[in-house]
C-alpha cells in the first residue's frame, strides 16, 4: 500500500517552506492543498516521476482556503480533469467563487504584488466540489479517509485521517514544524494568524489530533512529524502564551498598528527565547528571517482577535 509523498512547493521561493502532499494507490492519486498556481508544475512533475498522468488524480483535498494551500486549486482542476474537489462546508463555496478572497488578499498585498504571488485564481464549477462533514469518511481503494473539522486556526479548516499509512494530513491545525528550525529536539509553532484566530478550540484541535494515535503528522509547514507529544506539548504551550497575549493586548490602551507592533515584540522575543535555549539562532543567522514572516501574521491575528473581544464587549455592554 502506498504513502504519502512529500512535494516542495518552494513557496515564495524558499525550500522546505510548504508543502503539498501526494496519495497513490495503485493507479489512483489524490493531492492534499495545491499551494499556488506556481506549484501546480512541481506538483504535475511529481505526479509523473511516479508513472501517472493527471487524469488518474480523483480528489484534490482542501484543508483550509488560505492561499498557500488553495491558491492553485483552480489551475489544478484544469489539469486534472476528472478530480474532485473536497473541503469543509465554508470551505467549498470560496473555491467555487473565490472573488472574495481575491479581493481581500489584494488589498493587503496590492494588485500587483498579488498577481505577482499568486496570479489568476478562478472558480471551479459547482458540479466538481464536494463538501465533507466532520466524521464523514471517503473510501479510497484499500484506504479510508476520514474528514475531522479541526478549528482554531480557521473556522472552516480540516484534517484528513488516512486509514492506510496510519496518519494525518494536518494543514495548519498542528502548527508549523519547519525543519530549519529542528535543533537538539522538536520545535513547533501554532500559526495565529487572522481572522479565526481562536486559542481554545485552537488546543481542542491539537488534542483531537493526538487522540487519534497516528504514527505520523503532516503540517503543510512542513513534512512528517513523528514525535508528535512533543510537537503537541509544545503546540499547547505557545497557544497558551498566545492566549494571554491577545488578552493582555484586548486590555491595553493600543489600538491599530501599535497593537500589531506590540503583539509582534512580544512574539519575537518569546520565540527569540525559545529558539536561542535551543541553540537554533546560533547555528543559524537566517532564523530570524525564517520566522519573520509568520510572526508578522501570528501577531496580525492576535491583534485582530483582541480588537474583535473588544467589539463584542462593547456591543453586549
Not at 516542495?8 to 497513490?24: C, K, N, T
Not at 494530513?169 to 498542528?174: M, T, V
Not at 479565526?196 to 484541535?205: I, K, T
Not at 512529524?225 to 509544545?234: E, F, K, N, Y
Request: hydrophobic residues 40%.
Amino acid at each position: 500500500m502506498s504513502g504519502i509523498l512529500t512535494i516542495d512547493s518552494h513557496y515564495l521561493g524558499r525550500p522546505e517552506f510548504a508543502a503539498v502532499y501526494l496519495l497513490i494507490d495503485g493507479d489512483r492519486a489524490i493531492f492534499f492543498d495545491n499551494n499556488t498556481n506556481a506549484a501546480v508544475p512541481r506538483q504535475l512533475a511529481a505526479l509523473q516521476g511516479h508513472g501517472l498522468q493527471p487524469e488518474q488524480v480523483e480528489y484534490l483535498i482542501i484543508t483550509h482556503v488560505h492561499l498557500d494551500h488553495a491558491g492553485g486549486t483552480s489551475a489544478m482542476a484544469r489539469a486534472c480533469r476528472n478530480a474532485t474537489i473536497l473541503a469543509h462546508p465554508r470551505a467549498a463555496p470560496h473555491i467555487i467563487d473565490p472573488s472574495r478572497l481575491v479581493a481581500s488578499a489584494s488589498a493587503v498585498y496590492g494588485a500587483d504584488e498579488f498577481q505577482r504571488l499568486y496570479g489568476s485564481i478562478e472558480g471551479v464549477a459547482a458540479e466538481r466540489v464536494r463538501v465533507m462533514g466532520d466524521e464523514e469518511v471517503l473510501d479510497f481503494g484499500s484506504r479510508q479517509l476520514r474528514f475531522l473539522h479541526t478549528r482554531g486556526h480557521a473556522n472552516h479548516h480540516c484534517c484528513i485521517v488516512d486509514s492506510g499509512s496510519d496518519a494525518i494530513i494536518a494543514g495548519d491545525a498542528f502548527g508549523l514544524v519547519y525543519p530549519a528550525l529542528q535543533g537538539a529536539g522538536t520545535f513547533a509553532f501554532p500559526s495565529t494568524s487572522p481572522t479565526d484566530f481562536e486559542p481554545e478550540l485552537a488546543r481542542q484541535s491539537v488534542q483531537r489530533l493526538v487522540d487519534e494515535k497516528p504514527e505520523c503528522i503532516y503540517p503543510t509547514h512542513y513534512g512528517a512529524v513523528t514525535d508528535i507529544a512533543a510537537a503537541a506539548g509544545q503546540l499547547i504551550r505557545h497557544l497558551d502564551f498566545a492566549e494571554r497575549l491577545r488578552d493582555q493586548a484586548e486590555t491595553s490602551d493600543l489600538a491599530d498598528e501599535a497593537l500589531e507592533g506590540y503583539c509582534r515584540t512580544r512574539l519575537l522575543d518569546y520565540f527569540r527565547g525559545l529558539l536561542d535555549a535551543q541553540g537554533t539562532l546560533g547555528r543559524d543567522p537566517n532564523t530570524e528571517a525564517l520566522i519573520g514572516l509568520d510572526i508578522d501574521l501570528n501577531a496580525q491575528g492576535i491583534a485582530f482577535a483582541a480588537n474583535k473581544r473588544r467589539r463584542k464587549a462593547r456591543e453586549s455592554g
